[in-house]
């Protein structure tokens, strides 16, 4: 089967920093199902794994990349119980197996969501990651709810990056949050509001603009962006009692007492952890993704799809990852694997 | 009336690290009432205020001391609403005002607790602080609830001191989680058990004692100690997407990746915030002394009162802060005023 990975970590400028390879098909067993992908989306952990892998594995083994992915059951483990070929499915998986730029992948059920046949694969591959990450963050770790009335507010730090496309939609759908969003540029401000936010304020002056929008303290923030660049910023926007949620590894050392006196909490959001540790919890996130498919079928939420490559190939998956190294994407970029074979 | 303060941040071996002072009996007004004061108690916060303390204040006003009260309401302001002359009353108060050493003190209606007749003032004063801090420590932040079952585990980190010996009968009274608590001589070993931990295990070889119990990793940390010093033994031993609270203000810079992997969540619980920060929610405060009585008049909680003086003067509460600044205190001491006029 085709397949792009890496076998050194290398610029993306680099001629063999993705490379075509020609694999055996995987054959599952025990929980795993086959998945024969449709489409895929790329997301930034992408590039940080490309950059930072030193592969050191048996017989120069190459990684595999990609972590979103929709497509079909093409054959299943003999322990599978929610699946069976044909499904249509969508998912992230588990950033510690082989991804998903691959013809075929291996993924373990309690991980993978059914897609009903109304939402294209194109428009699910682009939400699993972000979706189980920002509902992770909302609903798990800050446990928003419908009670949370617009008495209260919440600040997305990147609102037009994947996560952020759609924790605005998850928190307009599922609670009563006054909800702000960052954004500079006025094409991502304007994605913001048509995904739904209330007020979009310049990250570059974002203290100064919460103020003269009257917003001295909100009382959660989602950062999907860079922890340790906000810190201070979060410290000082966070009302006291109130709960921060990051996602971006932070680079260096983080002084904890600027939110000691406010009594305030925060978690760390990362997609992986179920999959990594709890095996008895992973079926969360087929529970989430279910859900998900749901709210998008009723037209609740709406795919973050933004730009869609029709070509499953070395030089448009560089193009990707360039543009996502760049740091302004906005939604999420698919690839359509209609092209798979005919890529010259 | 009398009260002991400072007026310059001294070790306590000075002579001026704590002195006597003849102040006027203050005049309560809005929500304030006045309480003469019948038993105090002291906290670790006590003598790292009296260290730590710039005094600039116009006509160099002395600093009062002292966070723990148990009294009679004398006076009130035309605002209060919840108690009346006469009122048995015990509080923790307000850091940004005038302490408890002293025979009569101003203290919000809000923060104040009503003390049935059957609790004594003594083992009443040995409570407010640390009962607040453990009670919103284990409620609020950590969101415990009686569904948390044995499956589920908590380690507590100081186990004898002054909010360890709350948190134990708390969590053992309000929940049905596992409980794992510190210690390490063997007295405080014993008090830990009395208060109803179901394991202690040795603070100094703590991870591979709780391996050999068979506790790779706990649901819940609360570190009623030291944030700095256990940041990687609570990296080890929280579960992935566990929960851990601290108290105690770090002293440097924390690597906060050390729990990213497992998005794991952190709460800081400071018992001033409702005080300093959030005028609506200080009644909170009253609401769980309030509580914490009922528990203590129905005998399911008890006092963690441990050891009495019968002065209150200046040598006394030298004494005092001596013993604390160790670090070996177990339980609280209180400090009767029924000798306030015949201390010498």
């Keep these: ?10 610029p993306i400028s680099e001629a063999d920093s993705l490379i075509e390879l020609d ?22 952990v992408d590039y940080k794994v490309r950059q930072n892998t030193n ?9 595999i990349l990609g972590w979103d992915a929709a497509g079909t059951v093409v054959a299943v483990g003999d322990k599978v119980d929610h699946f069976k070929l044909g499904d249509r499915v969508f998912y992230a998986g588990d950033i510690t197996r082989q991804g998903s730029y691959a013809e075929f992948q291996l993924v373990d059920e309690n991980l993978v969501g059914h897609l009903p046949e109304s939402i294209p694969f194109l428009e699910a591959a682009a939400m699993p990651m972000t979706s189980l990450t920002a509902w992770e963050a ?13 008495s209260k507010s919440i600040l997305i730090i990147g609102g037009a990056g994947g996560v952020g496309s759609v924790a605005i939609q998850l928190v307009k759908q599922m609670t009563g949050l006054h909800l702000i969003t960052t954004a500079s540029r006025l094409e991502s401000k304007k ?14 002056n974002l203290v100064g603009e919460m103020q003269q929008a009257g917003h001295e303290h909100v009382d959660f923030i989602l950062n999907c962006v860079n922890t340790d660049d906000y810190w201070e910023i ?31 909490t925060l978690s760390w959001e990362y997609v992986f952890t179920k999959a990594i ?22 037209k609740k939420i709406k795919s973050t799809l933004n730009c869609v490559y029709k070509k499953f190939c070395v030089e448009t998956l560089k193009e990707v990852h360039r543009k996502i190294e760049s740091g302004s994407s906005i939604g999420k970029t698919v690839i359509d694997f209609i092209n798979i074979n005919s890529c010259t």
Tied chains: 1, 2.
């Design 138 to 150: 909302l609903f798990e770790k800050m446990k928003l709810d419908q009670e949370d009335t617009c």
């Design 1 to 10: 089967m085709k397949a792009i990975g890496f076998k050194k970590s290398l």
């Design 191 to 204: 994605w913001c509001k048509n995904m739904g936010a209330d007020l979009v304020v310049d990250h570059r």
């Design 234 to 264: 979060m410290s000082k926007l966070i009302r006291p009692e109130g709960h921060i949620c990051c996602i971006a590894e932070s680079k260096w050392a983080l002084d904890l007492n600027m939110i000691r006196m406010k009594s305030v």
């Design 277 to 298: 540790y709890i095996t008895e919890g992973q079926s969360v996130q087929r529970n989430i993704l279910n859900q998900l498919a749901g709210l998008m079928e009723s």
């Design 23 to 44: 694999l055996v098909q995987p054959i599952p067993t025990a929980n795993d199902i086959l998945v024969k992908i449709e489409a895929i989306s790329v997301n930034p």
């Design 55 to 63: 592969l050191l594995q048996p017989h120069d083994q190459p990684k």
